[in-house]
């Protein structure tokens, strides 16, 4: 099975030098390159990693990685980016992918089987196209148009059918069925939620201070390192 994971990166002379600078080691970037490596740990996957972007900082960063593929972008919206990857990537490697997954650079953290578990709900269940990262909500959920009415409501306060929504965890992950990324689309029209801890959602680097918040709480998310026999 093919496998192509994108990390479609737009220029932002704001945002990516901090998805470049090492955190605890490794930089946003080089972290997200390695989740996605995971996909090509699962059986009977080959994989292509490509990063599709116009941002020349992100390219001389990368030009001496032969791990990762690089995609010119042209397109400015997210969806004409991905199809725009995919064809180029299956030209320039003569190839068709089954399946594409999309990592954004810009959450540095991931739980470590976030890889498996979505390849196995997606090829395990052929009556879903693409599979997202939640959360699950709990309380009142609004829309914010003036009805007395909550669109959700897990705890069931007020009587009516309680309802458990779920918010998507952008950027974090998301793998999708081939068709779904050649229609210019992120996701598909059967959709598989892989739920998983609000904690992932918390963090991304964009800006000084989200960069100095993720330092200080890469622990938390990773563990101490161990240094020449010490943990640190």
Known sequence: MNVLVILPIH??????????????GRSALERTIDHAKEFGRQPGVTLVIAVATNDPLIRDALADHDDVH???????????ALREALASTE??????????????????????????????????????????????LHGRIW????????????YHRDGGTPAHPYRE?????????????????????????????????????????????????????CGPRVVEGDVT
């Open 11 to 24: 220029r932002d002379d704001a945002v990516n030098p901090w998805i470049l600078k090492p955190l605890a």
């Open 169 to 221: 965890l952008v950027g974090l992950m998301l793998l999708a069925r081939r068709d779904v990324i050649r229609r210019a689309r992120r996701v598909g029209e059967r959709v598989g939620l892989l739920v998983v801890d609000r904690k992932w959602g918390f963090v991304d680097v964009r800006s000084e201070e989200s960069f100095a918040l993720a330092e200080r709480v890469e622990v938390l998310y």
């Open 70 to 80: 690089l995609s010119h972008r042209l397109a400015e919206d997210l969806h004409g």
């Open 143 to 154: 829309s914010g148009d003036g009805s007395h009415e909550p669109i959700a409501d897990s």
């Open 91 to 136: 030209e320039q490697f003569q190839r068709q992918f089954d399946l594409v997954a999309v990592l954004e650079p810009l959450q540095p953290f991931r739980p470590a089987n976030l890889a498996a578990e979505a390849f196995e709900m997606l090829t395990a269940n052929s009556d879903i196209d693409s599979v997202v990262c939640v959360e699950k």
